[in-house]
Structures are given as structure tokens and as C-alpha cells.
């Protein structure tokens, strides 16, 4: 029997993971300071709601997905946020990628209003959501993880308890470490086997026979060779989430080296206004595109 379930943000990813939330059956409210994306969860058959206080008064279960932590902080502490609903037994989840400290940090703040947080953000993009193709890393405590592990297990492949709260968002941003430097290295191998004469099917067969097949191969080599720079990840994304791993690493007392170059040639592309962009537009800042 389906549930009553709240999500702020109705971007890309919150609007998908509502609609297939609904084809298990669950109620849906929603809530996003765009009156076109509250009319999108409308048409798919979710119900609008004016802000996080009043989601939470009626479910027991909120989810958020936004890009800024003020905003994060709006809609759960703020004065319409979740925490006034006076509920118990209330669990949110936060699914937006932050850094550790600041889920940590916010995971308190909701407790001293008896709310139970779990951070769960995913790896996948919005269309991998709708082929129930992503994973989520949740942290988070036994009781919260298993209340909500029924409802996103279908959503996806994977539904890992990575521990306390803090850890969820710790595996993706180390997640995105790999993700986003592979994209800029990718690119690189890209314009010099170009640049070289091979043709774009000779490195497709020879480097998918080799060490280099797997996801990111598969995934990034087609739109680079094709300029398909349609948005699914934007530029300006893995530029914010290289910089939430650079910021753990030194956290930590690591200074790396990797992600600050990969994440210069993304800087580069946002300056060219490129920040909309798919992350393959990196592609045109090797070939100097970015400075015409």
C-alpha cells in the first residue's frame, strides 16, 4: 500500500523521482518555487503544495533535491520550512549533493525538532532515474534507513547504507571525484587520438576492447565524437561538485592534484558561458573554442 510522500524541489531529478514514486503507488506532494514545475507534478497526477511546512503536515516521509544549501535550509528551517509541521515520527531525506559537514550539521538541527534525517543522494541522472537504473548512498541511522529502504529500493539497482549521516554525501562526492576527472580525462583522449588521424570508429572499437571500456568510456566518447552537449549534467554541476571533493580532501589534510586541473578546464567553459552545457562541452576548451 502506497504512501504519502512530500518532495521539495521539482527539478529534472525531483519531478522523475515523483513520477516514478507514483507508479508504486505512492501519494504525492510536492513543492518548487516554479509554478511550472508545480504544474508538471500536477499534470503527472501529484498534488502541489505551498511550501515545506504544509508537505510535512501531511506526510510523515520528505524528501529534498536542490542545487544551494540556503536553499536546503529555506524549506526545511526556515519559517514555512518542515520543522514547524510539530510532527512525529517524521523522517526527511535529503538527496541534494552537499558536503558532509553541512548534512551533518542540518541532520542536528532537524533532530532538536524530532526530525530523523538521512542524507541519500544518487548516482545517476534524471534519465537513468527513469530506467530505475541509479543508486543511492544513504546515511543515516538503522531506524531511519530501514523506514525509508522500501519505498527508494525500487527506485533503483542499489540502495547501500553507507552509516551515520555524513556518509551518504561523503560517497558522492568521492563519486563525483572519479566522474567528473574521468569526463576531462576522457576528452583529452578524445582530441588527441582526433588530432592524431585516428577515426572516431577505430578508437571506439580499439579502447572498448581494452582497459578503457566501462561506464564513463561508454557513457562520455559517443557525445564527444557526436558534439552532443544536450544538458544531462551541466558543466557548472561538476564544476560545484569538484569543489566539494577538493574541500573533503583538505578537510582531511590532502592537498590533490588531479581534480584541481580537470576542474580549471570546467572553469573554462563556464567563463565561455557554457555552464548550461552537457559536461562533454569541456571537449571545445581543449580546442581553444572557449577563447574565439
Not at 128 to 148: H, L, Q, W, Y
Request: charged content about 25%; proline content about 4%; overall charge negative.
Amino acid at each position: 500500500m502506497g504512501e504519502k510522500l512530500g518532495m521539495i524541489g521539482l527539478g529534472k531529478m525531483g519531478l522523475e523521482l515523483s513520477k516514478q514514486l507514483m507508479i508504486d503507488g505512492h501519494e504525492m506532494y510536492g513543492y518548487d518555487i516554479d509554478p511550472e514545475r508545480m504544474q508538471m507534478l500536477a499534470d503527472a497526477g501529484g498534488t502541489p503544495v505551498e511550501s515545506g511546512k504544509a508537505m510535512a503536515e501531511i506526510c510523515d516521509i520528505t524528501f529534498s533535491i536542490l542545487l544551494a544549501p540556503e536553499h536546503i535550509e529555506e524549506n526545511t528551517l526556515g519559517e514555512n520550512g518542515i520543522i514547524h509541521a510539530g510532527k512525529e515520527s517524521h523522517v526527511h531525506v535529503e538527496m541534494s549533493t552537499m558536503s558532509p559537514s553541512f548534512q551533518t550539521g542540518l541532520a542536528e538541527k532537524l533532530a532538536k525538532h524530532g526530525i530523523d534525517m538521512m542524507d541519500a543522494p544518487i548516482s545517476g541522472s534524471h534519465d537513468k532515474t527513469a530506467a530505475r537504473i541509479i543508486t543511492f548512498m544513504a546515511g543515516g541511522s538503522d531506524a531511519a534507513f530501514e523506514r525509508v529502504r522500501p519505498i527508494i529500493e525500487p527506485l533503483g539497482r542499489d540502495v547501500a547504507h553507507t552509516g551515520p549521516v555524513g556518509t551518504g554525501a561523503t560517497m558522492k562526492v568521492i563519486t563525483n571525484l572519479y566522474v567528473n576527472s574521468v569526463t576531462a580525462l576522457l576528452a583529452e583522449v578524445a582530441v588527441v587520438g582526433e588530432k592524431s588521424g585516428l577515426s572516431h570508429e577505430s578508437m571506439m572499437h580499439c579502447l572498448s576492447m581494452g582497459s578503457v571500456r566501462g561506464v564513463m568510456f561508454e557513457t562520455m566518447m559517443p557525445r564527444f565524437f557526436n558534439r552532443d552537449f544536450a544538458p544531462r549534467g551541466a558543466v557548472e554541476i561538476y564544476y560545484k561538485d569538484m569543489g566539494l571533493a577538493m574541500d573533503l580532501a583538505k578537510d582531511h589534510g590532502i592537498d590533490l592534484t588531479v581534480v584541481p586541473a580537470a576542474r580549471e578546464m570546467f572553469k573554462r567553459a563556464m567563463d565561455a558561458g557554457w555552464s548550461k552545457d552537457d559536461a562533454s562541452k569541456v571537449l571545445e576548451v581543449y580546442y581553444g573554442k572557449d577563447k574565439a
